[in-house]
């Protein structure tokens, strides 16, 4: 029997006894992993069901992969970076292919029982402001009251500098 298994961002076809190398899990040599995100599974040319379907595996050992050089250069500028790196990888043993997985179909089954949360209501429209409560706070002055206060405002204004671009300019004598 076979599966398709996908971990890591990878995709991986396993049959029991197989080794494979992975990107790191969370486990030490000799542990049991369970890889539940199975996309496919068989038995030769007759594919079955993955509803549930999980691959047990050994971690055998975690690993390094081979080294990788960075290397930044610019050229006639003196800039060059040299750095390097090496993946973190997990070596598993496949033990079987085919376990059901008890988590998965409890979690099916609450999920189906679960139901949506509600929507939160609108939040209520604010109270009403009295113009009284307005006017009576500093600095403040409602859009009705003082217009000529606020053309006196705006008659200052115009009248304090010209813009820079037009300035008069006196002919020389």
């Known amino acids: 029997m076979f599966a398709i298994v996908r971990t890591g961002g990878k995709q991986y076809r396993v049959s029991p006894g197989d080794k494979i190398v992975v990107e ?8 049991s992993v369970t890889l539940g995100d199975v ?3 068989g038995e030769g040319s007759d594919l079955k069901g993955t509803d549930g379907l999980t691959v047990a595996a050994e971690i055998i050992a975690q690993a390094k992969g081979e080294k990788v050089v960075v290397f930044k ?3 006639r500028h003196n800039y ?5 790196h090496r993946q973190q990888h997990t070596i598993l043993k496949i033990v079987s292919v085919g376990g059901q997985s008890e988590q998965k179909s409890a979690e099916a089954t609450d999920s189906d029982t679960k139901k949506a949360p509600k929507k ?3 939040a209520p ?9 307005v006017a009576s706070s500093e600095g403040v002055v409602p859009a009705d009251a003082g217009t000529e206060a606020t053309q006196d405002v705006t008659n200052s204004t115009q009248d304090a500098a010209p ?3 037009k300035a008069k300019k006196t002919p020389k004598a």
């Open 120 to 122: 939160a209501k609108a």
């Open 80 to 84: 060059r970076r040299k750095n390097g």
């Open 39 to 41: 996309l496919l599974a």
């Open 24 to 31: 790191k899990l969370a486990g030490e040599a000799g542990d």
């Open 125 to 133: 429209a604010p109270a009403e402001i009295d113009e009284s409560q």
């Open 73 to 75: 250069k610019r050229r």
């Open 163 to 165: 813009a820079k671009g």
